[in-house]
């Protein structure tokens, strides 16, 4: 342990530099489902996920973007956290922690990557690994961004003779949580060892978290499941016993791979519902019953097949998320894909305040993350910020309401606007939430029998259209401008500006 503290470094002068802003009161705890700072404000997680080179142990990217343009533009695209990968062997094994970046990258003949490393980031490569993973830390606080350790693996799985074993897997749990103890932006630590059977889960998660949780009392304790983190299932027959509450956050992966071999070519609406339905049945109801529950999708950000569908079911069940990947190949890191940080800046929005009212909804648009909002009666309804969304109602007799108003939504014919009315006892003044795979459509019949379902057209002006991807046999139709999602507004009001108090930091 001695020798493993002389890698630590003091920022204080740095952090004090820092800008004035809204501080978000550290540490974070949880409330029921909900992440919650000391003041008891609710503070959504909207983090990227950003891997490690786990040959050489370091952070990824660092040979293409100077540390500190990457966190600069990681808060530029709107999210507020990184969940940011660190092999558990470099806290475990001195030996391997003590070794520069340098040495790293030459003893794996990664001499391209060397090079690029030292273009890039100089004052980072003759630095112990673990010391570069602090500084990229102290560059993630200083563009205001909280920090979740994710702690992997750096070779096989842990309960098994190959890989890193269970005692040293606590080890460098309980040395990562030790050395950011008086870390404040480090506020979670993800606790993966891809164990096999449920038995063993059991007992070495147990384990971890306790050794977490003695160590640094004050990060939430992420906790992943079986099956490459898709499965928390057996949680509804057995909790998890621990000696500690309000810092337990499950975790669960977003993966295409649940909806089977249709994923890349099966119709959209199949699709999502093969992956909907698979989570919520391996511990996505979890959320439902109360758990905190992050979502980690590391799809690419122009993945909209599987995109649109995350966004829909995030719409509706308002959790906290990771999403996409920061490496070069999709975009993030050049910030390409403007459309898609702009809905990653509307995804924490969580609409008006519910005021603790469980009953008003949004009809948010999955593909834009915007919601239905209206201007005047006269005006067309149209997409916008869903902060400026109204509260709607959705009644017994399945008509969609304006709460506080007479104005109920009415389809007038295909192809056409879509308005408000007063008199809600006509047809297309019913809305159905269309039973199929997806139950993203919002569908009403008109006078003349037709059936239409809600879309938004190409100026975001919300029409009825016949429904699209009626057809199971339609792989190649894009359902994205039909699906809405009726959601319930959180009763919690999240932080939007996330200025952590960092005058104090130091590494231990």
Same mark, same amino acid.
């Given at each position: @342990?001695?020798?493993?503290? &002389?890698? /630590?470094?003091?920022?204080?002068? !740095?952090?004090? +530099?820092?800008?004035?802003? =809204?501080? *978000? ?98 004052? @980072?490569?003759?630095?112990? &690994?673990? /010391?570069?993973?602090?500084?990229? !830390?102290?560059? +993630?606080?200083?563009?205001? =961004?909280? *920090? ?361």
């Amino acid at each position: @342990m001695g020798n493993f503290l &002389l890698f /630590s470094f003091v920022f204080l002068s !740095v952090l004090c +530099l820092l800008p004035p802003k =809204l501080v *978000v009161a550290l540490p974070l705890h949880t409330s029921s489902r909900w992440i919650v700072d000391e003041d008891g404000g609710r503070v959504k997680l909207a983090c990227v996920n950003w891997p490690a080179d786990k040959e050489a142990a370091v952070a990824g990217g660092l040979g293409h973007r100077p540390v500190g343009r990457i966190s600069e533009r990681i808060a530029a695209a709107g999210y507020n956290c990184v969940r940011l990968a660190l092999p558990v062997l470099l806290a475990a094994d001195e030996s391997l922690a003590s070794l520069t970046v340098r040495k790293s990258f030459q003893r794996l003949s990664l001499l391209d990557s060397l090079a690029g490393f030292e273009a890039n980031n100089p004052s @980072m490569l003759d630095l112990p &690994l673990i /010391s570069a993973y602090q500084a990229v !830390v102290s560059s +993630l606080a200083e563009n205001n =961004l909280m *920090v979740i350790i994710d702690s992997q693996l750096s070779s096989k799985p842990c309960s098994h003779g190959s890989g890193i074993n269970p005692d040293l897997w606590v080890k460098g749990l309980t040395q990562l949580a030790t050395m950011f103890s008086h870390v404040p932006n480090v506020v979670g630590m993800c606790l993966r060892n891809e164990l096999r059977n449920v038995k063993d889960w059991y007992r070495y998660m147990q384990k971890g978290a306790e050794a977490v949780h003695s160590a640094n009392p004050n990060v939430l304790v992420i906790i992943s499941g079986l099956g490459d983190g898709t499965d928390l299932s057996f949680l509804l027959n057995q909790q998890l016993e621990l000696t500690f509450t309000g810092k337990l956050v499950l975790e669960m992966h977003w993966r295409g791979s649940l909806a089977g071999k249709a994923q890349e070519t099966g119709n959209p609406n199949k699709v999502c519902g093969r992956v909907v339905n698979s989570l919520m049945r391996r511990g996505g109801v979890l959320l439902q019953k109360g758990w905190p529950l992050m979502v980690v999708n590391e799809l690419g950000v122009d993945d909209n097949r599987h995109l649109n569908c995350f966004f829909g079911l995030a719409a509706e069940l308002d959790f906290d998320w990771a999403l996409g990947t920061l490496e070069e190949t999709n975009g993030l890191m050049n910030l390409k894909n403007s459309s898609f940080f702009h809905r990653i800046s509307a995804l924490q929005d969580a609409g008006p305040n519910a005021s603790g009212n469980k009953h008003l909804i949004i009809i948010s648009h999955p593909s834009t993350d915007q919601c239905i909002l209206r201007k005047s009666l006269y005006e067309p309804l149209l997409l916008g910020p869903c902060t400026l969304s109204e509260a709607w109602g959705y009644t017994p007799q399945k008509t969609l309401t304006v709460k506080g108003t007479y104005f109920c939504l009415q389809a007038v014919g295909l192809g056409k606007p879509a308005k408000l009315s007063v008199i809600c006892n006509l047809p297309g003044s019913n809305w159905e939430i269309v039973s199929g795979d997806s139950k993203m459509y919002l569908s009403t019949m008109l006078e003349d029998g037709t059936t239409v379902c809600l879309d938004a057209d190409s100026s975001n002006h919300i029409v009825t259209d016949t429904c699209k991807c009626s057809s199971r046999d339609d792989d190649m139709c894009d359902p994205g401008s039909q699906w809405f999602k009726i959601a319930d507004i959180s009763p919690y009001s999240p932080r939007h500006i996330l200025q952590i108090s960092l005058a104090s930091s130091t590494w231990d």
